[in-house]
């Protein structure tokens, strides 16, 4: 079965600084490795995704993440956050390939962007 | 613009009344899937759909059911509500996993469900 850590419930950033957002997964073969972002009262809306590749992976908003084999992780990271930026973020993955699965997601990540 | 529209964004109910959670996308989409969001527990699977009449259980379908008699609809149905199925309740689609799609999912705005 496949699961997604995600060791942060909560990651602190200055307006302006980098920031990044743990994750790490386990899945049988290849993975499919997504990201998505929640603001307040909202339904999720989908960032980026990693399916083969170049492992650096680049999404909506200014947002990059870094797919890591050896690791098993796959970070999201942006180089200068924004107080726009505060929300929670979730992790996803799913066996790569064909077939009927879903995606498993991790516990979420809640950011906050001081000004 | 795509679209996953939950019918109802809030809901108050009392224990042992039957509920209904609607869903439909205007995507074509073959799967559709229902979560649960809790604090602290992340998204978790309860039922998906691969096709119209069918269905499979995820992580947590025990007290809830499904139906799809359309391709756009999938309805979640909780046969007696509890207060432990107090929670947000999350609709989503995405085309068949393989090429080109890599399964995506386009989720609905949630429906926050209180059971008292």
């Known amino acids: 079965a496949q699961s997604v850590a995600q060791p942060e419930d909560q990651v602190n950033v200055a307006e302006g600084n980098p920031l990044t957002v743990k994750c790490t997964y386990s899945?049988?073969?290849?993975?499919?490795l997504f990201w998505y972002v929640q603001y307040p009262n909202r339904g999720l809306q989908f960032l980026l995704k990693y399916i083969t590749g170049d492992n650096l992976v680049k999404g909506s908003y200014g947002f990059e993440a870094e797919f890591n084999k050896s690791q098993t992780s796959f970070h999201l990271k942006k180089p200068s956050a924004l107080v726009s930026d505060s929300a929670l973020y979730f992790c996803a993955v799913s066996p790569g390939g064909t077939g009927r699965r879903a995606l498993t997601f991790g516990s979420g990540t809640r950011l906050q962007v001081q000004p | 613009d795509v679209k996953v529209t939950q019918s109802s964004r809030y809901l108050v109910k009392r224990t042992g009344e039957k509920v209904f959670l609607e869903c439909v996308q205007d995507m074509d989409h073959e799967n559709m899937f229902w979560y649960r969001q809790d604090p602290g527990l992340g998204l978790r699977l309860i039922y998906f759909s691969y096709d119209v009449k069918m269905k499979e259980k995820g992580d947590i379908p025990e007290g809830y059911s499904v139906s799809r008699e359309k391709k756009e609809r999938f309805s979640l149905i909780l046969e007696s509500a509890s207060t432990n199925q107090t929670s947000m309740y999350l609709c989503?689609?995405?085309?068949?996993?393989?090429?080109?799609?890599?399964?995506?999912?386009?989720f609905g705005e949630g429906s926050r469900l209180t059971v008292l």
């Open positions: 899945v049988s073969g290849n993975p499919y």
């Open positions: 989503a689609s995405s085309s068949p996993m393989g090429p080109p799609s890599t399964g995506e999912l386009f």
